[in-house]
């Protein structure tokens, strides 16, 4: 069963602590991205990969991290630099930048 | 830098009406126009794909048309039904500035009302 998944589904970060979302995909994608979506928005780029170890930063990277270790893998962590780091995080895959993106449920966070 | 923007930001039908949502952007040099449709608290799915060099798609009961030169995209919804409510999002790729990356607009929320 092909697709994207991300982990956990709800997360909760403490003030000062940094969490990491997961974002794997079995499509055999070259690109994959991470978005933030905040209440009656639409998405914005944090950052994305076009191949194995190697990513560039989106619109909004900063307190934001990543890590393109693997093909199928695309961990983004949150980092006790971003201050405002409640919203619905969404990663997305495709086979080439300019096809169509396909996307994972997303993980909510939440500031404890 | 690309923008995008959705008109109405909300809209409510009753049911069996056929419907439009609309779609504009500032930079014409794009690669493609995606839809997306969000159910609350759920990921994007893909609903129509138009290529620049095409000027419409379709899928069902959605029709998607595309005018590059002037910046703007209809999503035509026909007989609409209850269960097409949802959040109904654009994206472009490309822009001279954006690359291939895809810039959202905020999206048009659907009620269909039975």
């Known amino acids: 069963d092909g697709g994207i998944t991300q982990s956990p589904k709800y997360l909760f970060r403490k003030e000062g602590q940094n969490v990491t979302l997961s974002c794997e995909q079995n499509?055999?994608?070259?690109?994959m991205y991470w978005y933030r979506q905040d209440p009656g928005q639409g998405l914005r780029l944090i950052y994305y990969?076009?191949?194995?170890?190697?990513?560039q930063k989106g619109d909004i990277a900063e307190g934001y991290s990543v890590s393109r270790e693997k093909k199928e893998s695309f961990p983004l962590t949150v980092t006790s630099a971003q201050k405002n780091p409640t919203a619905f995080y969404l990663c997305?895959?495709?086979?080439?930048?300019?096809?169509?993106?396909?996307f994972g449920p997303g993980t909510r966070l939440l500031v404890l | 830098k690309q923008e995008v923007t959705q008109i109405p930001a909300a809209l409510s039908v009753p049911e069996g009406e056929n419907l439009v949502l609309n779609c504009s952007f500032t930079d014409s040099a794009i690669y493609n126009l995606q839809w997306f449709r969000q159910d609350p608290g759920k990921g994007l799915t893909s609903l129509l794909l138009?290529?620049?060099?095409?000027r419409e798609q379709t899928s069902g009961r959605l029709n998607a048309s595309l005018d590059k030169s002037s910046g703007r995209s209809t999503l035509y919804i026909a007989a609409s039904q209850p269960g097409d409510s949802a959040t109904y999002l654009c994206a472009v790729c490309g822009g001279e500035t954006s690359g291939s990356r895809l810039t959202f607009g905020e999206g048009t929320q659907l009620t269909v009302n039975p």
């Open positions: 997305a895959s495709g086979e080439l930048p300019q096809e169509t993106q396909y």
């Open positions: 138009i290529q620049s060099s095409q």
């Open positions: 499509l055999n994608h070259d690109a």
């Open positions: 990969s076009q191949i194995v170890n190697d990513f």
